[in-house]
């Protein structure tokens, strides 16, 4: 199976960063994925913490539409439970039509403390609003007239699409789910894109695997597999002592006082007794999360991935700003050019990089 690429942005920036001047950091980064040839690029949405700064990721993509042309925009992803249904598939089918058919709407629960205090949700409620929120959206793209429904959480009395999709019936969906099975039960179920978020350990991505290929023949269907997004670290550079010399302090921030701070440390144990203190950079490198160093180091790395966890479609890397834009952009590239080539043919031929004087 070719394995495709993607860039993936929470997008999480330092808390002191010009806002301005990060999200133009990030449309840069996609512009330049394009150039390389990544397939995709995904687009979060968060409401508090200060350090996810994109309340609304179907904005940022209708911009992001403007000043590219051919990838493929995800939104990574559409919290369920913080809008309306028919707003959401409204708002799709509109920027289905600006990114001429790119779109690929991804959609799942929120995972964010702050954001469901921010909007009075309680943290029991997230899945059963985004299941009642995912049958809405559908019969609103699937029905050629009025529709109307009456559930637990939201109504809807005789509404139709003003402006049906660019795609037919709809856009893509993808569902993202982090350690639950929940998702991926629902993404074999209905036949939407599987989508792995954050820092799942390897152990938890084969659970993934495993239901999408059990439920989906369970339902007379194909398995997914070729459809399933990946999201990991990747961080490319001349040599591995280099990358992580170039990322550490970034990283250490990013996970210790953010991410680790909202309580989202448990999600990376593969021990669910083990000492917070050894949830450490590294134990993160060792046990699948992240893919950092030279281009054999992460050849090496995804190879192993996708040995451990069987076929999936779609690798999308996390973006950060860890280290300076160009250097970022460099592992972009040295990514496109050194690692992809040799994982879609899963070749093991050893690679020298050269370097610019």
């Known amino acids: 199976m070719e394995l495709k690429t993607g860039v993936f942005f929470m997008p999480e920036h330092q808390p002191d960063a010009n806002p301005t001047e990060a999200l133009m950091r990030d449309v840069d980064q996609i512009v330049l994925a394009e150039e390389l040839g990544y397939d995709e690029a995904w687009v979060g949405e968060h ?27 995800g939104t990574g992803v559409v919290s369920l439970p913080y809008h309306h249904p ?38 029991e409620d997230t899945r059963p609003m985004m299941g009642e929120s995912l049958e809405m959206i559908l019969k609103v793209f699937n029905s050629n007239g009025p529709v109307s429904h009456k559930g637990k959480y939201w109504e809807m009395n005789d509404v139709e699409l003003n402006v049906k999709p660019y ?46 290929d059990r439920v989906a023949k369970e339902n007379g269907r194909p398995s997914p597999r070729p459809d399933w997004r990946i999201t990991r670290v990747v961080y490319v550079a001349e040599t591995t002592e280099q990358a992580w010399a170039d990322i550490r302090k970034g990283a250490e921030e990013t996970y210790y006082d953010y991410l680790f701070g909202i309580g989202l440390r448990p999600l990376a144990k593969v021990d669910p007794d083990m000492p917070d203190e050894d949830v450490t950079l590294e134990y993160m490198a060792e046990t699948g999360p992240w893919i950092i160093g030279d281009p054999d180091e992460c050849v090496r790395k995804i190879n192993k991935l996708r040995e ?29 050019k050194y690692v992809k080539p040799r994982i879609q043919k899963d070749s093991a031929i050893n690679v020298t990089v050269q370097t610019s004087k």
């Open 308 to 336: 451990e966890i069987g076929d999936f479609g779609t690798l999308l890397i996390t973006q950060y700003d860890w280290t300076t834009p160009e250097k970022w952009k460099k592992s972009l590239e040295l990514f496109a």
């Open 86 to 123: 028919f707003q959401v598939a409204e708002r799709a089918a509109f920027l289905d039509h600006l990114t001429k058919g790119r779109l690929i709407l991804g959609i799942g629960a929120g995972g964010l403390p702050g954001d469901m205090e921010l909007f009075d949700i309680k943290p």
């Open 167 to 212: 795609q037919t019936p709809h856009p893509p969906m993808a569902i993202a789910g982090l350690a639950t099975l929940n998702s991926f039960t629902i993404a074999a179920e209905k036949g939407l894109i599987p989508l792995s978020v954050m820092f799942s350990p390897v152990h938890i991505l084969k659970q993934h695997g495993e239901v999408l």
């Open 47 to 73: 409401h508090s913490g200060g350090r996810e700064i994109v309340p609304s990721a179907e904005i940022m993509l209708a911009y992001v539409a403007a000043v590219t042309n051919k990838i493929k925009l």
